[in-house]
């Protein structure tokens, strides 16, 4: 399947030969070929072992060796990266909260790490250098960020942290419970509905830089409370979209350091998550 996030679609887990298959039974074998549907399989058809290494019984045809699962992705793995990828966003906006980073510094750090995160997403393999050096200057700019808005709403950090886990977890739930079903359906509506979110938040940013104000008004007020329920929403969804593809990535046992992408693409859901709900919370306390 191919997820709504950049870094997972560019790498083609999938239970399905083609674009987007987001059906969980496995397809039939292609052609008498059952590694012809995964992408990472070693292929034994490729190349014709040596006669002595065939062997068959009477009326049954020649089965080639299952593949290895050496170097293959595993949950455990995707855990760890996660944890390491995340501990050093934690450990970098602590760093800025305790020493009263700049918010010019850390809008800085916010654009170094945006940079980080493209060239990432269009590298055909993981660099954990990269990957950690996003977190490091995303946990400059969250640190930061969150130390302003707090000052201004007391707790509105804790209460943003707390919102993402609790929606991380009841996706997670929701997701191995099977209430939540990525099917292609479900991708499709994510998808546009990310890109209509976008699009709008855009012209609302336009608006804003050259009328001043606040463009549109879909980052206060009502609009604000309506569109950033949106955001989270959306980013729950895309949450359950990442589970599925780590889901189908260790079923057809991507690489080792597909792992990275993993944990590199659920921290940008998760840095999505709580930057909405710190916003959220900012709006809701703040006309109080």
């Given at each position: 399947?191919?997820?709504?996030?950049?870094?997972?679609?560019?790498?083609?887990?999938?239970?399905?030969?083609?674009?987007?298959?987001?059906?969980?039974?496995?397809?039939?074998?292609?052609?008498?070929?059952?590694?012809?549907?995964?992408?990472?399989?070693?292929?034994?058809?490729?190349?014709?072992?040596?006669?002595?290494?065939?062997?068959?019984?009477?009326?049954?045809?020649?089965?080639?060796?299952?593949?290895?699962?050496?170097?293959?992705?595993?949950?455990?793995?995707?855990?760890?990266?996660?944890?390491?990828?995340?501990?050093?966003?934690?450990?970098?906006?602590?760093?800025?909260?305790?020493?009263?980073?700049?918010?010019?510094?850390?809008?800085?750090?916010?654009?170094?790490?945006?940079?980080?995160?493209?060239?990432?997403?269009?590298?055909?393999?993981?660099?954990?250098?990269?990957?950690?050096?996003?977190?490091?200057?995303?946990?400059?700019?969250?640190?930061?960020?969150?130390?302003?808005?707090?000052?201004?709403?007391?707790?509105?950090?804790?209460?943003?942290?707390?919102?993402?886990?609790?929606?991380?977890?009841?996706?997670?739930?929701?997701?191995?419970?099977?209430?939540?079903?990525?099917?292609?359906?479900?991708?499709?509506?994510?998808?546009?509905?990310?890109?209509?979110?976008?699009?709008?938040?855009?012209?609302?940013?336009?608006?804003?830089?050259?009328?001043?104000?606040?463009?549109?008004?879909?980052?206060?007020?009502?609009?604000?409370?309506?569109?950033?329920?949106?955001?989270?929403?959306?980013?729950?969804?895309?949450?359950?979209?990442?589970?599925?593809?780590?889901?189908?990535?260790?079923?057809?046992?991507?690489?080792?350091?597909?792992?990275?992408?993993?944990?590199?693409?659920?921290?940008?859901?998760?840095?999505?998550?709580y930057l909405e709900f710190l916003r959220l919370i900012a709006i809701l306390q703040g006309d109080n």
């Open positions: 399947m191919r997820s709504s996030n950049p870094v997972f679609s560019r790498r083609g887990f999938s239970r399905t030969s083609g674009y987007a298959g987001f059906n969980a039974q496995q397809q039939p074998p292609q052609a008498g070929n059952p590694y012809a549907t995964n992408p990472y399989a070693a292929n034994p058809y490729a190349q014709q072992p040596d006669a002595a290494q065939q062997t068959q019984t009477a009326g049954q045809p020649y089965a080639p060796p299952a593949a290895p699962s050496a170097g293959r992705m595993t949950m455990d793995d995707v855990v760890a990266r996660t944890g390491m990828t995340l501990g050093l966003v934690v450990v970098t906006a602590a760093v800025a909260w305790f020493t009263g980073l700049s918010l010019g510094l850390a809008v800085g750090a916010g654009l170094v790490a945006m940079v980080l995160g493209f060239v990432q997403t269009f590298k055909r393999k993981a660099s954990p250098a990269l990957i950690l050096a996003y977190a490091a200057f995303e946990g400059l700019f969250l640190g930061a960020l969150s130390n302003y808005v707090n000052q201004w709403v007391n707790g509105a950090a804790m209460q943003a942290v707390l919102g993402t886990m609790a929606v991380f977890t009841a996706v997670l739930v929701l997701y191995k419970t099977r209430v939540i079903r990525v099917t292609q359906r479900f991708y499709r509506f994510v998808m546009a509905a990310a890109i209509g979110f976008v699009l709008l938040m855009a012209v609302n940013l336009l608006f804003a830089a050259f009328g001043g104000g606040d463009g549109l008004g879909f980052r206060s007020g009502g609009l604000g409370i309506l569109f950033g329920v949106i955001g989270v929403v959306l980013g729950a969804l895309f949450l359950a979209l990442d589970f599925k593809q780590v889901e189908d990535g260790i079923a057809y046992g991507a690489p080792k350091e597909e792992a990275w992408l993993s944990a590199f693409g659920l921290t940008l859901t998760l840095v999505w998550i």
